[in-house]
């Protein structure tokens, strides 16, 4: 019996861990979770996984949560507030895993605590990888923690590894590997046949409506823009110790090709599957073995093809700027993630244009990307000075 730790776990990702834990009973124990306000969620599985703490984001919620689980005469879970909290119960020696599902930047320091507090870390925050680079890198490598790729991509990649790769994330070389290249595949979103011409009149609801995966309303507008490619080219780069010319995009509509290696002797290797998340979570849950996740088995008699193509820049001008952030350093991945953060909530909220959110980070990456960034302190110093920053330009669109 392994514990766990959920942040995140009233989030796609969170719930879909959970239906995993559900199956397998025996193996995985929930000892604590975290949410941000969704008390009603938290509530019900509170009472289906009878966790020792949970933390919420705010003392309201917290309280409203107390009250429903006192209505309930239960007493015995510990529900509390705040980000202290959260970073608590990543680093408690009650858990054995963690798994990092808390999106976005405020992710960060929950699951930096977890690594240093040397927990085997279901990495699904890809932003505290591409906010905090090699800082992160170097607290794995001081630790005794395992680090497992959760998102579909990566996690495609890792199982398409050899075992030294998957033994050395961060720090393994793939020419030392036999590898040429990384073939990271993305659907294009819901607007990759759309003329570009309709992008201005694009509705939240429309980028959210994302053609083969179930996620949150924030990853479906960076997938309809693909800055989520972008942030996990980003994050391909920490995780597997990688150059900027070591990574391919390659546009795959079906999403059936999770991602693919590309070895020096011709051959490429590529994980599939359908597109659930819980096949990616099942595998870093109980590797080296595999474990049933509730995924259907893939039907290849009802595959009618496999596309590829690349991805058109002027398409998805935010998947250029993660690339040029790339290329530029941590302050500019920094930066742009912030800016993006701002902005796409900014689109969700009808305060601007679909096309806007392109606007917005590539004036605040460019701006803030000679900053130094070289601690933790002066990662988050500069997260909030570019949300200041795009909170600004945000002001500046809503009148146009």
Not at 80 to 89: H, L, P, R, Y
Not at 148 to 171: K, R, V
Not at 205 to 214: E, G, I, L, M, R
């Amino acid at each position: 019996m392994q514990n766990l730790c959920v942040l995140g776990a009233t989030g796609s990702i969170g719930l879909s861990t959970l239906d995993v834990v559900r199956r397998h009973p025996k193996r995985y124990n929930v000892v604590s979770m975290s949410a941000n306000r969704s008390v009603d969620s938290m509530h019900k599985l509170c009472l289906e996984f009878m966790p020792h703490t949970v933390v919420m984001n705010d003392e309201p919620s917290a309280e409203q949560l107390k009250l429903k689980l006192l209505s309930d005469d239960i007493h015995n879970i510990e529900v509390i507030a705040g980000e202290q909290a959260i970073i608590d119960i990543a680093q408690s020696p009650s858990s054995d895993i963690v798994m990092a599902a808390i999106v976005g930047a405020s992710g960060l320091l929950p699951t930096l605590a977890a690594v240093k507090a040397d927990k085997k870390v279901l990495l699904a925050n890809k932003e505290a990888l591409v906010t905090s680079g090699q800082i992160f890198i170097d607290a794995l490598n001081a630790s005794n923690a395992q680090l497992l790729p959760i998102d579909s991509e990566h996690n495609a990649i890792f199982q398409c590894l050899p075992s030294a790769m998957q033994n050395g994330i961060g720090s393994a070389h793939i020419n030392d590997s036999g590898i040429s290249k990384i073939l990271l595949t993305g659907s294009g979103g819901p607007f990759r046949t759309l003329p570009m011409d309709d992008f201005d009149g694009i509705t939240p609801a429309q980028a959210c409506a994302h053609p083969n995966w179930d996620m949150g309303r924030k990853i479906s507008v960076d997938s309809a823009t693909m800055m989520n490619k972008g942030l996990e080219f980003i994050e391909a780069k920490w995780l597997f110790n990688l150059a900027v010319e070591d990574i391919q995009v390659v546009l795959h509509p079906q999403s059936t090709i999770h991602s693919m290696v590309q070895y020096n002797d011709g051959s490429v290797i590529a994980q599939m599957g359908n597109p659930d998340m819980r096949t990616p979570i099942a595998h870093a849950m109980a590797y080296p073995e595999r474990i049933e996740s509730g995924v259907e088995p893939f039907d290849f008699f009802n595959c009618k093809s496999f596309d590829f193509a690349e991805a058109d820049f002027h398409r998805y001008p935010n998947l250029k700027l993660a690339i040029d952030a790339c290329k530029k350093g941590q302050s500019a991945c920094t930066a742009l993630n912030a800016a993006n953060e701002i902005a796409v909530q900014a689109f969700l909220d009808e305060q601007i244009k679909f096309t806007d959110i392109a606007k917005v980070n590539e004036t605040v990456m460019y701006s803030l990307s000679n900053e130094t960034v070289t601690t933790i302190e002066q990662v988050v110093a500069l997260d909030l000075l570019a949300r200041s920053e795009a909170d600004k330009i945000v002001m500046e669109l809503k009148g146009t």
